[in-house]
């Protein structure tokens, strides 16, 4: 016989202002796509019980920032939102160094990815984001 | 002479809840078996003097959550579970975007690791589970 | 109709200090200059509407601690700042183990990120750097 | 003309408590020894005026824990330990799944590396430790 602990299973888990230092998307590729395609993902949780509304602004080294992108992560759902998709208001250029400030109305969980296979072979790379204080 | 530290050798050290937002099993492998199929693990280390029962529920894009499924991490021991080996209450589907929420009744540390061997050469990445506030 | 958090976005995010425990930079590369040289990289985001006005000090484990190296990352812009690019006072040595302080007078947000390329595919990690408690 | 920040350059950073839940050392290596031996590293910064007295402790799966290790990060240091050179009071076994708790008298900030050379290119790992509070 044993516990079901579940503490605060109803309770929120994340934050609501995140950020992730590094960025860039390889513009090259080896292997079939879209699944060996070079990206970068923003991996996004949230466990609450009501859709997040999530808005993306892209900071650069020389230009102001881009966005904001909005998405929406739905309640008890996961979306790893690769950066190559982001297409309104503008897409990301290729080759570039940026940033990102995630920012939504419900705590999330943020988690970067990267995946580059501009070589024969693949490089990943993970990180969890910056979480702000609340 | 030097000092012997051990401060707080028997307080507890870790969280009770984790998140992990990245999560993908690949459905290839290269290279020998288990060693070197592709896999994502959950590594958890219980430093406390008792068992820990830990119930993990696994998110997805477009269905509702799976789980809980539960594992017992004994008293001043790690267990490094695959996300692969879950088969209770159903399998982890491969080649699926997903996301982890690991909840424990005494404090343990998470993390988080991927070895993705579909090419010939091995990618690996890990990080640091988000751990939330108590 | 969706919402548009857009909660604090003039809210300062981050911290005032950072560290990074892990550094090294290989002598050695494969590949197309300069993106395939193996580098160490310190991504920096500044989110507020003032320039930051950051420094760096590297610790070694034989020697004294080199610095600090100034730069400046301005408002509203990331620096993706390459360790082996740091020459005033000195230049960081190759394949000696060091760790660095980060230290600005606004909130940043630190990520650290090194690509190996000493043999024939790339390796690459990257985490989030130790954020001090402000 | 531009501001000094050096807010609290004496004063600590880090913490005193750290748990890495991953751990792994594969038997096996590709490449030249001893740059390229597949190894697992604690790197410990310590920017503090004193040195650091740190121990080790490995917790395993399937029996008690070992250690402690003692080390000791020198004043204004870094240590780049691997877990690999480990041998009083034993040596840890290879390709065997472990954890590790790192405790201080002092704070200092601590990271994990890993560098897995079994295949004929290295894949390479790192995350920041969990920094117990204090």
Request: no cysteine; net charge negative; hydrophobic share 35%.
């Amino acid at each position: 016989m044993r516990r079901a602990p579940r503490h605060g299973m109803n309770e929120p888990i994340g934050r609501r202002r995140w950020a992730i230092a590094e960025g860039w998307i390889p513009s090259g590729s080896t292997g079939p796509a879209p699944q060996m395609t070079s990206h970068e993902t923003a991996s996004i949780l949230n466990v609450s019980d009501a859709d997040a509304h999530v808005e993306i602004t892209i900071f650069f080294e020389d230009r102001d920032p881009a966005g904001p992108y909005r998405i929406t992560v739905p309640a008890r759902r996961t979306v790893h939102q690769r950066f190559n998709d982001l297409r309104d208001p503008e897409a990301i250029p290729r080759d570039t160094p940026y940033a990102s400030l995630i920012e939504s109305d419900l705590p999330i969980i943020v988690q970067h990815t990267r995946l580059d296979s501009r070589q024969a072979e693949n490089a990943l790379l993970s990180t969890i984001a910056f979480a702000a204080e609340e």
